[in-house]
């Protein structure tokens, strides 16, 4: 009678340490997911500065190369000349 | 009783004085950045990339650290916006202060069973031990709780920095008469270092919850009304401090005894509504995450 008593007490204190286990994991897994939403948001923040940066740099690049076209372009009519 | 001749120690206005001037000062604007943009919902992946930046070292730290075992990312992080992409916004936020704090416990300066080694050791076990139960018992992300956390006995520091021989003697006396140290500190200097690490708290404007947490984190406020939220903070860091002590993780060899007692621990626990057995789990899990950091190398600077 004493050792089932025992065991069922074991039991018992194994039960809510699960208990407390099961919760914690819950409470911990809510605030995970929403910080991945923000994450994500984040990311997506980033994304949009990383595409503006590339847009400028490609802007950038396109006006050099106008004006190395222009210049050869007017180097060679000197030769020409 | 045998009377012992002590150092003088200085009054707290100097220590403040001198810690204000000193590189200690300079994590109190990082802090506040890092507590701004965790408090507000809005701040954008670009501030704190921005704020990170403009520091180099510590920049390349926390880029070092994106990039360790720690994380597990399998590709190369070379950039603070790949790390808030990889490892979270949240996680760099804490990475970048855990990096600056850390940076004045980098120097080992042992004096009697005192070491800035285990101290350091401490207040990160207190940091995560409150970051874990306002996660995991008040569903709450705590971004404040960890910053405060981290710096609730930066008073030691101030005092072992400051007046050196005075700390010697402090140290001392506690370990001989098994004191603690907020005891000897009263009769020694006139105050605690718990009074020392709010009024820097203060000086660097940091908020009124997170410099009344320091004030409090050796005994429970019982100036605020029990259950009381502005209470939480002040009663987490001050039940995390206590079971770190008692799980070993002191700054001092032998370990000197905490202000409360065990009574006044529980009832702190009941006020906040902790099951003992959900804290003891809780401080597994830290001893755990400390070993894993200390195998890979990266508890320390």
Redesign the interface.
């Known amino acids: 009678m004493k050792g089932k008593r025992k065991e069922l007490n074991e039991d018992q204190r194994k039960i809510?340490?699960l208990e407390?286990?099961c919760?914690?994991l819950e409470?911990?897994l809510?605030?995970t997911r929403t910080?991945?939403r923000?994450?994500a948001l984040?990311?997506l923040?980033?994304l949009t500065?990383?595409n503006m940066k590339n847009a400028e740099l490609e802007f950038l690049r396109q006006v050099l190369s106008n004006k190395v076209s222009a210049e050869k372009q007017e180097n060679a009519g000197g030769t020409e000349c | 009783m045998k009377k012992t001749k002590h150092h003088a120690s200085l009054s707290l206005e100097s220590l403040i004085s001198k810690a204000a001037l000193s590189p200690l000062s300079s994590i109190g604007p990082v802090v506040h950045k890092v507590m701004a943009i965790l408090r507000n919902p809005a701040s954008s992946a670009t501030e704190l990339k921005e704020m990170i930046e403009v520091d180099p070292p510590l920049c390349s730290q926390v880029l070092r650290r994106a990039n360790s075992a720690y994380y597990g990312i399998r590709r190369d992080i070379s950039s603070i916006q790949e790390a808030i992409v990889f490892i979270g916004f949240n996680a760099v936020t804490e990475l970048a202060l855990s990096l600056k704090v850390g940076k004045i416990f980098e120097q080992e300066h042992k004096v009697g069973g005192y070491s800035r080694k285990a101290l350091w050791k401490h207040s990160l076990a207190v940091a995560l031990c409150c970051k874990y139960i306002y996660r995991r018992e008040f569903r709450e992300r705590g971004d404040d709780i960890y910053s405060t956390a981290l710096l609730h006995d930066l008073g030691i520091i101030a005092e072992e920095q400051f007046m050196p021989n005075a700390f010697a003697d402090l140290i001392e006396r506690c370990v001989s008469e098994n004191a603690s140290l907020p005891k000897i500190e009263e009769e020694l200097f006139g105050y605690t270092h718990a009074g020392v690490g709010q009024r820097l708290a203060s000086h660097w404007r940091l908020p009124a919850e997170m410099t009344a947490a320091i004030m409090h984190h050796e005994k429970p406020p019982s100036i605020l009304p029990p259950g009381a939220k502005q209470s939480r903070p002040a009663l987490t860091v001050c039940i995390a401090n206590y079971a770190c002590i008692r799980a070993g993780f002191s700054c001092c060899e032998p370990p000197l005894p905490p202000v409360i007692e065990e009574g006044k621990y529980e009832e702190a626990l009941a006020q906040l509504q902790i099951p003992k057995r959900a804290l003891e789990l809780i401080i597994t899990e830290v001893q755990g995450e400390l070993k894993q950091l200390q195998e890979n190398g990266e508890l320390y600077l």
């Open positions: 809510e340490e407390i286990i919760r914690h409470n911990d809510f605030l910080e991945n923000e994450n984040k990311y923040e980033l500065e990383l």
